[in-house]
């Protein structure tokens, strides 16, 4: 009992709540610019329409040298994680996002995502999304 303060520390956080800053770690990349941060956040067999993982690094750089300036916002997050694993889950949000070369916005666009992840090795990978325009 007396060791259990000191041991609370070392814990790994539950599963929703590494998901949760998986989710926030993608959104912090894409904002930021940092290829490398969404790289590590998609699964090795992860795909995006017709785009393999691979397609979509390829895509990343060059929408982040189009639009230097950028923000992205994940609204509405809903956590739906396998109740008998607890390493595949299903997450569904909002994504507002605008980039330009400028503080002012010169593209601006939401989407409703649907998306799988999956836990692997400790850390949550994205394995597919879904994606269309809010107005569609």
Not at 67 to 81: G, H, I, K, T
């Given at each position: 009992m007396a060791l259990q303060p000191l041991l609370t520390g070392c814990e790994t956080p539950p599963p929703?709540?590494?998901l949760r800053e998986?989710?926030?770690?993608?959104?912090?990349?894409?904002?930021g610019g940092d290829v490398g941060a969404v790289m590590d956040r998609l699964a090795a067999n992860f795909h995006y329409r017709d785009m393999d993982r691979k397609?979509?690094?390829?895509r990343l750089v060059g929408v982040f040298l189009r639009?230097?300036?950028?923000?992205?916002?994940?609204?509405?997050?809903?956590?739906?994680?396998d109740p008998v694993t607890l390493r595949d889950a299903e997450?569904?949000?909002?994504?507002l996002v605008w980039g330009g070369r400028a503080?002012?916005?010169e593209d601006a666009d939401s989407f409703r995502v649907r998306s799988r992840w999956r836990e692997d090795?400790?850390?949550?990978?994205?394995?597919?999304?879904?994606?269309?325009?809010l107005g569609e």
């Open positions: 929703e709540a590494a998986a989710i926030t770690e993608l959104e912090n990349g894409l904002e397609a979509v690094g390829r639009y230097p300036e950028r923000q992205v916002n994940f609204l509405n997050v809903q956590v739906s994680l997450v569904t949000f909002n994504a503080t002012l916005p090795g400790g850390d949550w990978v994205l394995v597919e999304l879904e994606a269309r325009g």
